[in-house]
T-cell receptor
Framework: GENVEQHPSTLSVQEGDSAVIKCTYSDSASNYFPWYKQELGKRPQLIIDIRSNVGEKKDQRIAVTLNKTAKHFSLHITETQPEDSAVYFC??????????FGAGTTVTVRA | EAGVAQSPRYKIIEKRQSVAFWCNPISGHATLYWYQQILGQGPKLLIQFQNNGVVDDSQLPKDRFSAERLKGVDSTLKIQPAKLEDSAVYLCASSQQLEAGVEQYFGPGTRLTVT
């Protein structure tokens, strides 16, 4: 089955700086890569996603890049704010329709 | 639109007891998922339904876990008997269809503690 690795496990940034989270996947047939944000005690919520036919996607301060050849994708958050503090999960979806999640990155934005 | 509903929100049981969780997906969503999220880890898919049929249950420990979605709407997940390692948050999610790129909406989860 699909294996998704996510790094780093924790990330502390100064408010206003950028944060980058990286994920790798194992199944070359994977075709959909969502990112979820989970605040403490709350449900995961989709923040951005990318399909395999696109190399980059941006939504305001959030961007995702995908390198299919290397089988890795990254989340970029610019101009971080305290409300960006949360756990972020990457995920990968292969042809068997299953979504496999990374272990998560705890992001702390220092004021 | 109303979100995915789950109950109960919290449950504490002793090992070897039984427990059941209920999920009501977003109206009109054909696909329903049950995930197990152990503390400090990402959600792990247990089972997914398309209407009332099982699409994948390869990661469901079938000796103790069972799930059903009889009328293609609500779903229940049961654990019998529970083990200590079953302590986790059980998340239900739904999506309009099964295809890639269709957003999954998560419920608030049921936090299970097995003592």
């Amino acid at each position: 089955g699909e294996n998704v690795e996510q790094h780093p496990s924790t990330l502390s940034v100064q408010e206003g700086d950028s944060a980058v989270i990286k994920c790798t996947y194992s199944d070359s047939a994977s075709n959909y890569f969502p990112w979820y944000k989970q605040e403490l005690g709350k449900r995961p919520q989709l923040i951005i996603d990318i399909r395999s036919n696109v190399g980059e996607k941006k939504d305001q301060r959030i961007a995702v890049t995908l390198n299919k050849t290397a089988k890795h994708f990254s989340l970029h958050i610019t101009e971080t704010q305290p409300e960006d503090s949360a756990v972020y999960f990457c995920a990968s979806r292969s042809n068997d329709y299953k979504l496999s999640f990374g272990a998560g990155t705890t992001v702390t934005v220092r004021a | 639109e109303a979100g995915v509903a789950q109950s109960p929100r919290y449950k504490i049981i002793e090992k070897r007891q039984s427990v059941a969780f209920w999920c009501n997906p977003i109206s009109g969503h054909a696909t329903l998922y049950w995930y197990q999220q152990i503390l400090g880890q990402g959600p792990k898919l247990l089972i997914q339904f398309q209407n009332n049929g099982v699409v994948d249950d390869s990661q469901l420990p079938k000796d103790r876990f069972s799930a059903e979605r009889l009328k293609g709407v609500d779903s229940t997940l049961k654990i019998q008997p529970a083990k200590l390692e079953d302590s986790a948050v059980y998340l239900c999610a739904s999506s309009q269809q099964l295809e890639a790129g269709v957003e999954q909406y998560f419920g608030p989860g049921t936090r299970l503690t097995v003592t």
